[in-house]
């Protein structure tokens, strides 16, 4: 009889504090999700292995290959 209590207890908790996660976005509030401000994570950590790769990638050519250098030449 009382485990049948804690659970409902449990239950209501449960499902007050998922109720009271929602919110409501406005309109004018949407422009910002996509701001690089919003994306999770350590942009400066991402930024410097994109520079990088992107320095690795220019001197190798582009598919890796044995092609010219990052110099554009074949």
Same mark, same amino acid.
């Given at each position: 009889?009382?485990?049948?209590?804690?659970?409902?207890?449990?239950?209501?908790?449960? =499902?007050?504090?998922?109720?009271?996660?929602?919110?409501?976005?406005?309109?004018?509030?949407?422009?910002?999700?996509?701001?690089?401000?919003?994306?999770? =994570?350590?942009?400066?950590?991402?930024? +410097?292995?994109?520079?990088?790769?992107?320095?690795?990638?220019?001197?190798?050519?582009?598919? =890796? *290959?044995?092609? =010219?250098? *990052?110099?554009?030449? +074949?």
């Amino acid at each position: 009889m009382k485990l049948q209590a804690l659970k409902k207890t449990f239950l209501a908790l449960t =499902g007050a504090i998922i109720l009271a996660s929602c919110a409501n976005v406005k309109e004018y509030q949407k422009s910002r999700i996509n701001d690089s401000e919003m994306i999770l =994570g350590n942009r400066k950590v991402e930024k +410097n292995e994109l520079n990088f790769q992107s320095y690795r990638e220019g001197a190798s050519g582009v598919n =890796g *290959g044995k092609t =010219g250098g *990052g110099c554009g030449c +074949n």
